[in-house]
């Protein structure tokens, strides 16, 4: 017995030493393939989201009141990116945007995503005339201009936040839908289906063990893809005023409000703007990343 | 640059190290190759996939794979050191010093150019202004290489010819300006076998005539052994062996080389007979009772868009005594595929009937259809496109038995180890993805997933044609193996006689939807009736040279 607990621990450290000498090497190799855009682009998503999350750890001021007196002052020591017409801190108002721009663009995705792959994959694995009944809807939609498609929505919805992302979503449809049907139909003509089906696998059996595992790595890099759109198609919404309500700090909302002064007070329009190419060419970069390793 | 006496080699190839970048690192596939072709000589480079063939050649007429570098060495052209040209100097010695023949004629040619005009472009390449010149040119040459109707293929487009006659328009490009030296990559692994012959007849007869040199890549040693003058045997991108045919097939040096020659079933003498299981000669008795598998009259149309219908099969009988091999060879086309595809249930004949273990395939639908597949069940061709890419083996293997009468994990996991064994993959293979496989072990992977089911008809659908030779070899002896232990009935579809030969009792050959021959396997080897079968038969290479070891 005493021997065993006196080898065990030496073999146990051993093999940590191990792991840990393979995890460093690991880790060089990792660091020697990473690109520097995409670093860049993951740490503007993660503060971004940071942001979103916490935004009181990142700002003292408020985001909706500000003082009179401090009205339109250009970036400086105070205000790191100045203020806007009623006194309000601009950078304050950014980070605290921050969560109605993300969450936006998350549920733009989500309705997408999940709508458009369910469309898709049903016409893709179904008989001709279902599948033909969906895909002309799909053409329908794909048809109408994104921006006219999200503004009839909001004006059937109502206005606000989420309301404006469902709208925002439901433009994508096409495109998941589009997209998860010509996967499933390749995945559906290979060998590997075929002889599921011929070891006796059932309709449903064959969907979940091969098809969607197999045509939804696309799909899921067509997601990150359209998450720079939404948020957007989002801004440009809130940059329309069919957004959030005016005390709202929606990025579009910032733009649109700063646009009454571009010709005294530039910073108003100008770092929201970047915000919103910021985020957008993260996610753009990200989605690249994504597709190039998938396929 | 002429520091070599009188007979210079026409292609020299000195310590060629040629590596391909990876993800991370560079991989080395051309080890210190050196070699020479002498001005009119056939060379044949022979070797299993991975052996640096291909590469070899490319480097030669330098068209590398943009990840590809020459490391070091040196390969000359009657004596001038080409190794480092610039595309544009390589330009001026292609086509009319070196040309290839490549791999595939289906991808080689544009599909959007006619035939003449991309025929006509070697002459325009090389200074030819003059068009109506080219015009007559590139008739002539069509003509010359036995194209009917020169004129008219001129005009056509490549989708309108077959597979063959592609072929000979890459090789009317290759020979055109008469080069010296001719590459050729595989020129006609892409073809049925009575095709090849005549188109390696067709790059024999033109190569004398103007005294070129072939440097013949090829994986197929039966094709070596009939063409060239001399073999080098290559691999893992080390020479193995060089030297002239005859004495390297008598009495090859190099164990690797012996075990080649022995693998390739056309060349191994008079191809080994196989084990004969008790029941071998059940075709010619009319033991109703011990078919398994019974084909009676099979028609297969298919509508066209023309609104002409395609008989694929036509009246197709056959039958299969329980625990024996049958075969079906014909080439492409020959309906071979569309028989075993009803056979199996995957498709409904127009007429006929397919009875399998005393139940009617063709009229079985739904969950009666499921059931049947228990069976009989069937190996594709590619085992690169039929194992699920994202699966690891363990998955892949016990997938079958998740669709019957539910067992425990135990158990499952039980049987999964049981097939694994019998297939001869180690259990280490189980966590992998199929993409960490061997061609031969994704071929076993897939036998083992058919056999877990315990069917008693296996079809294999050109089941070794993917593989390289010596793992043919294998995946038939394991195959053999299996039937003798598990008494199994195998439905055996090939275009390769001397494979088919290896492991049926029994073989019916198809041409254009029809049963042209049927028969005991010996029976249709040497006395064949029809004269297609004649013809199949003279078609498979390696039967001229060195067949027979002392």
């Known amino acids: 017995m005493s021997s065993f607990e006196t080898v065990e621990p030496t073999l146990a450290d051993e093999q940590q030493a191990i792991a840990g000498h393979r995890s460093v090497r690991a880790l060089r190799t990792v660091l020697a393939r990473l690109e520097l855009s995409l670093v860049i682009a993951w740490a503007t998503i993660a503060i971004a989201v940071a942001f979103a999350l916490v935004p009181f750890a990142f700002t003292r001021y408020s985001a909706v009141d500000g003082l009179a007196a401090e009205r339109r002052m250009a970036p400086g020591i105070v205000h790191w990116l100045g203020t806007d017409e009623l006194g309000r801190d601009l950078y304050a108002r950014i980070v605290y945007g921050s969560v109605q721009t993300l969450s936006g663009a998350l549920i733009a995705v989500g309705v997408g995503l999940v709508v458009g792959t369910f469309l898709g994959v049903v016409a893709g694995s179904s008989r001709r005339r279902l599948d033909d009944a969906i895909m002309r809807l799909v053409d329908v939609l794909l048809a109408l201009p994104p921006l006219l498609l999200s503004l009839s929505i909001i004006i059937l919805l109502g206005f606000g936040t989420v309301h404006a992302a469902i709208a925002v979503g439901v433009t994508s449809i096409a495109r998941f839908a589009r997209l998860s049907r010509a996967e499933v139909v390749r995945v559906r003509r290979s060998d590997y289906v075929e002889a599921a089906f011929g070891s006796g696998g059932t309709f449903f059996a064959v969907l979940w063990r091969h098809v969607l595992p197999n045509s939804l790595t696309s799909v899921v890099g067509l997601a990150a893809l359209q998450f720079g759109s939404a948020i957007l198609l989002i801004s440009t919404l809130g940059f329309l005023g069919f957004g959030a309500p005016p005390p709202t700090p929606e990025w579009g909302l910032l733009i649109s409000e700063g646009r009454k002064y571009i010709s005294t007070a530039w910073w108003m329009t100008t770092f929201p703007g970047i915000a919103v190419v910021m985020v957008v060419l993260a996610a753009n970069r990200i989605s690249r990343a994504l597709h190039g390793r998938t396929s | ?550």
């Open chain 2, 1 to 550: 640059m002429s520091d070599q006496p009188a007979p210079a080699p026409l292609l020299d190839i000195a310590d060629l190290i040629v590596s391909y970048a990876d993800h991370s690192a560079r991989r080395t596939v051309v080890h210190g190759v050196s070699l020479i072709v002498k001005p009119g000589e056939v060379v044949a480079l022979v070797g299993e996939s991975g052996s640096g063939k291909t590469t070899i050649a490319q480097s030669v007429i330098g068209l590398l794979p943009a990840n590809g570098r020459i490391e070091t060495g040196r390969i000359r052209l009657n004596g001038t050191d080409i190794t480092r040209w610039s595309e544009r100097r390589l330009d001026t010695i292609r086509g009319s010093q070196i040309s290839l023949i490549p791999q595939d004629p289906g991808s080689s040619l544009n599909p959007v150019m006619t035939i003449g005009a991309q025929v006509g472009e070697i002459f325009r390449l090389h200074g030819e202004r003059d068009e109506r010149t080219i015009r007559a040119r590139v008739i002539e040459l069509l003509g010359h290489v036995g194209l009917s109707d020169p004129a008219l293929r001129a005009a056509q487009y490549p989708h309108e010819l077959s597979g063959g006659m592609k072929q000979r328009v890459l090789i009317a490009i290759a020979v055109a300006l008469k080069p010296q030296l001719i590459i050729a990559d595989e020129p006609t692994s892409a073809l049925d076998v009575t095709v090849q012959r005549r188109i390696l007849d067709l790059i024999d007869d033109l190569r004398r005539e103007t005294g070129t040199a072939l440097l013949l890549v090829t994986h197929d040693l039966g094709i070596a052994a009939d063409r060239a003058d001399r073999l080098i045997v290559l691999q893992h991108g080390h020479i193995q062996e060089t030297g002239a045919t005859g004495a390297v097939l008598a009495r090859p040096a190099s164990p690797y080389t012996a075990r080649l020659i022995a693998d390739a079933p056309a060349l191994s003498g008079t191809m080994p007979a196989r084990p004969q299981p008790t029941t071998a000669v059940a075709a010619d008795s009319p033991g109703a009772a011990s078919d398994l598998v019974v084909v009676e009259r099979l028609v297969r149309d298919f509508p066209l868009r023309s609104g002409e219908t395609l008989r694929a099969v036509d009246d197709v009988s056959f039958r299969i005594a329980a625990g024996t091999t049958h075969a079906i060879v014909g080439e492409s086309g020959s309906g071979k595929t569309t028989t075993i595809r009803i056979v199996v249930g995957f498709e409904r004949p127009t007429a006929g009937r397919v009875v399998v273990d005393g139940i009617d395939v063709s009229t079985l639908k739904g969950e009666d259809l499921r059931r049947f597949r228990k069976s009989i069940q069937l190996v594709y061709q590619n085992p690169f496109s039929s194992l699920d890419p994202k699966q690891d083996v363990f998955t892949i293997i016990e997938e079958p038995l998740l669709n019957f009468e539910p067992l425990a994990k135990p158990v499952r996991r039980e049987r999964v180890h049981d097939i694994l064994d019998r297939v001869h993959l180690p259990r280490t293979v189980l966590g992998r993805l199929p993409q960490a496989l061997s061609g031969g072990q994704r071929q076993r992977v897939a036998i083992a997933r058919a056999l877990i089911l315990s069917p008693k008809v296996l079809v294999l659908d050109e089941a070794v044609s993917a593989l390289d030779v010596s793992v043919q070899a294998q995946i038939l002896a394991l195959l053999n193996e299996l039937q003798r232990e598990l008494g199994l009935t195998y439905l055996f579809v090939s275009h390769d006689l001397a494979v088919v030969r290896q492991i049926a009792d029994t073989v019916s050959v198809m041409k254009d939807g029809r049963l042209i021959e049927s028969g005991a396997i010996e029976h249709v080897f040497h006395c064949p009736v029809d004269a297609y079968t004649r013809d199949l038969l003279a078609a498979i290479p390696g039967q001229g040279n060195g067949a027979s070891p002392p």
